[in-house]
């Protein structure tokens, strides 16, 4: 699992001064617990259980959530028969964090198939997390054989038309997009021009100082076009950023975390709480991947996010499910 | 009593000759059925296989989602000639091509997976 981290890292390579021997370190770390984090380019790393010590101390404004990302309720395949399973050890790792998570965010394939039951089942289970508030974007699982009108009922009512939105706490600036509608045949993920559109004047107000954070299901960096991970016009929504100090982009749909900074922006993809996939390229096609029935947990995860006000970056761990 | 006999045989001549006409029909008839032949399309590891199906006029294609994930097929034209629902393993989708062309579909879910089948 560690060496499969530092395969991934050799990718992202930039010149902003941080220790990459140290960084691949931490990464290799992250599976088992590891808290990284990066102030002014130096990486700073510490064991998961001294978070709550760092945290006291620098507890005022201090803000706390937590991603996770394709449920997939409703599959029931050899890679996982009972996400339903894996998705409670998800909530009850989420309630023994030290630190209170405020809200979750679901980064997208909460249902399987789209069924009502199945988002049904999903916002059951997490009825018991600590945290209420829940905020989702869709997957392409969630907008089968409707164009997503269904997933707009649910959890987009009032949201700017295909389910977009942004809302603000504790000082950071949180936005939600959608990038697996209209997908074109031998395309990737889009946003959209009215998405796009919408995106720029939110955010065009904003001190440069404020914290973004952008959560949406498909990668919003190319991780492996060939398997469509990755999103065709990113890179315009990314440019309404440029001038942010500190962004933070969540994603799913890739089962596997994998971490990329790209001067003042960093990019996470999660684990997915239901199965694993094959890491770019080490496998015919991106489909469930299966593995042990005893290793399951450790390929499966959540992420912990923590924003001390102050701090330059938002501090990303995250943790499996073993 | 021969004349009788002999419109019996007669009768029992023609009955076997219709008898024999009968099945000879029914054999035209399933060679007709024959002609507008079904053709498969294999769904698997995220890939329509043949990506390329070359079928005649009047043919039925049917789409098999062998894959442990949920695929579509749907046209790529506007508007669409044919579109699924989402086909889960072991599920299938079937259109009868009656035009000739080329129909461009891909999977609406994963639209890295394109097909086509030529109609001639």
Redesign the interface.
């Known amino acids: 699992m560690s060496d499969k981290k530092n395969d991934v890292l050799l990718h992202d390579h930039n010149h902003d001064g941080v220790n990459r021997r140290g960084f691949l370190k931490c990464m290799a770390w992250a599976g088992t617990g590891a808290f990284c984090v990066m102030k002014g380019g130096v990486l700073n790393s510490y064991s998961l259980s001294r978070v709550a010590e760092i945290g006291a101390k620098e507890s005022a404004g201090e803000l706390s959530f937590v991603q996770i990302s394709d449920s997939h309720m409703g599959f029931n395949?050899?890679?996982n028969p009972d996400v339903a399973a894996t998705l409670q050890a998800a909530v009850n790792k989420v309630n023994a964090l030290s630190a209170a998570p405020e809200f979750i965010l679901h980064t997208g394939d909460i249902s399987?198939?789209?069924k009502p039951e199945e988002f049904d089942n999903v916002e059951q289970i997490l009825k018991s997390t600590r945290p209420k508030d829940v905020f989702y974007v869709p997957g392409?699982?969630d907008v089968?054989?409707d164009d997503g009108k269904q997933f707009l009922e649910r959890y987009g009512k009032g949201n700017n038309g295909g389910g977009w939105y942004s809302f603000d706490r504790k000082g950071v600036h949180f936005v939600g997009l959608v990038n697996v509608l209209n997908?074109?045949?031998?395309?990737?993920g889009t946003l959209g021009a009215a998405q796009l559109d919408w995106l720029e004047k939110d955010v065009k107000h904003l001190k440069h100082s404020t914290p973004i954070v952008v959560f949406a299901h498909i990668p919003l960096w190319s991780v492996y076009p060939?398997?469509?991970w990755g999103t065709e016009d990113s890179a315009q929504a990314l440019g309404y950023f440029k001038k942010f100090g500190s962004v933070t982009v969540l994603n799913g749909h890739i089962h596997q975390t994998m971490q990329k900074v790209e001067g003042n922006v960093t990019f996470h993809t999660a684990c997915s709480t239901a199965f694993p996939q094959p890491a770019p390229g080490k496998a015919?096609?991106?489909?469930?991947m299966k593995v042990p029935a005893e290793q399951l947990k450790n390929v499966l995860g959540i992420t912990d996010v923590n924003y001390v006000q102050g701090q330059h970056a938002l501090a990303v761990v995250d943790s499996n499910l073993a | 009593m021969r004349r009788r006999v002999l419109v019996a045989v007669g009768a029992l001549v023609m009955a076997g000759g219709i008898f024999i006409a009968a099945p000879k029909n029914r054999r035209f008839a399933a060679l007709a059925q024959e002609k507008s032949v079904a053709s498969e399309v294999k769904i698997d590891?995220?890939?329509f296989s043949p990506t390329a199906l070359t079928v005649p006029a009047g043919t039925t294609v049917t789409w098999t989602n062998r894959?442990?994930?949920?695929h579509?097929v749907v046209s790529?034209e506007d508007p669409r000639v044919f579109k699924s629902?989402?086909l889960?393993?072991d599920e299938k989708f079937s259109f009868t091509f009656s035009k000739p062309g080329t129909y461009?579909?891909?999977c609406?879910?994963?639209?890295?997976m394109?097909g086509k089948v030529i109609v001639q």
């Not at chain 2, 609406?108 to 890295?112: E, F, L, Q, T």
């Open positions: 395949k050899a890679a399987h198939l789209s392409e699982h089968l054989n997908l074109k045949a031998g395309g990737l060939e398997w469509g015919d096609s991106p489909g469930p | 590891n995220f890939s894959d442990d994930i949920p579509t790529t629902k989402v889960d393993t461009p579909y891909f609406s879910i994963h639209p890295k394109t």
